[in-house]
């Protein structure tokens, strides 16, 4: 599966953005969909994933806030960000699962995307 992800730029605190993330090669609707993030001199985290029948799961950092969500038909998934604050300020990063999860239930990616870059602004 190769992934391109777009969407980021630089946003006002309080403000929105949505992510994209096409998709191609295999058969999209057969990988859970998952966002990570990777701020300045942290380690990456998970964000938000999408299972094929639309089941979502987030970090407890964006829920009610982020919402991710895919479109079989175009292999495509999206996270809609509002409600920004300066420390969602990341590299956000597309990735695709098999249906796999470390032991915290963090899902497991097999394919990455290149990242986008966030940044919000106080």
């Known amino acids: 599966v190769q992934l391109q992800a777009s969407g980021g730029g630089l946003v006002q605190a309080g403000g929105s953005l949505r992510l994209s993330c096409a998709a191609s090669g295999r058969t999209f609707s057969g990988y859970r969909m998952d966002w990570f993030r990777q701020a300045p001199g942290k380690e990456r985290e998970f964000v938000a994933s999408?299972?094929?029948?639309?089941?979502?799961q987030y970090a407890d950092s964006v829920k009610g806030r982020f919402t991710i969500s895919r479109d079989n038909a175009k292999n495509t998934v999206y996270l809609q960000m509002n409600s920004l604050k300066p420390e969602d300020t990341a590299v956000y990063y597309c990735a695709a699962d098999a249906y796999t999860s470390t032991p915290s239930g963090t899902p497991k990616p097999d394919y990455w995307g290149q990242g986008t870059l966030v940044t919000v602004s106080s």
């Open positions: 999408v299972s094929r029948g639309s089941w979502t």
